[in-house]
């Protein structure tokens, strides 16, 4: 059975950081882009950032671009997103995915694998 189980999440002040990890398991996803994903209260789930299976190939949001930073370690099935100088508007709920491509994920928005979340609030 594949899973993939989200870390990390908690509540941080704004300005501060949070680490998220993402351990994968059932098979194994070196092969696959993995992503972040995020859904505030009431708005619709938002691509976050996504990086390619080799860690050649990286994109981001707009709004996450320089503050957040996704890396991986394929050797523990994992992938990590960095969160630096977090803002209230960061507030979320933030799933990890994985996915053949980077582009169905930050483009389609759409993954082939996903976790089920993990709370990050950010208070003012």
């Known amino acids: 059975q594949v899973q993939l189980v989200e870390s990390g999440g908690g509540l941080v002040q704004a300005g501060g950081s949070l680490r998220l990890s993402c351990v994968a398991s059932?098979?194994?996803f070196s092969w696959y882009a993995r992503g972040w994903f995020r859904q505030a209260p009431g708005k619709e789930r938002?691509?976050?950032?996504?990086?390619?299976?080799?860690?050649?190939?990286?994109t981001y949001a707009d709004s996450v671009k320089g503050r957040f930073t996704i890396s991986r370690d394929n050797a523990k099935n994992t992938v990590y997103l960095q969160m630096n100088s977090l803002k209230p508007e960061d507030t979320a709920v933030y799933y990890c995915?994985?996915?053949?491509?980077?582009?169905?994920?930050?483009?389609?928005?759409?993954?082939?694998?996903w976790g089920q979340g993990t709370q990050v609030t950010v208070s003012s």
């Open positions: 938002e691509f976050v950032a996504a990086i390619g299976w080799r860690s050649s190939t990286t």
């Open positions: 995915a994985a996915d053949a491509l980077v582009e169905s994920m930050s483009q389609r928005r759409s993954a082939d694998y």
């Open positions: 059932g098979r194994t």
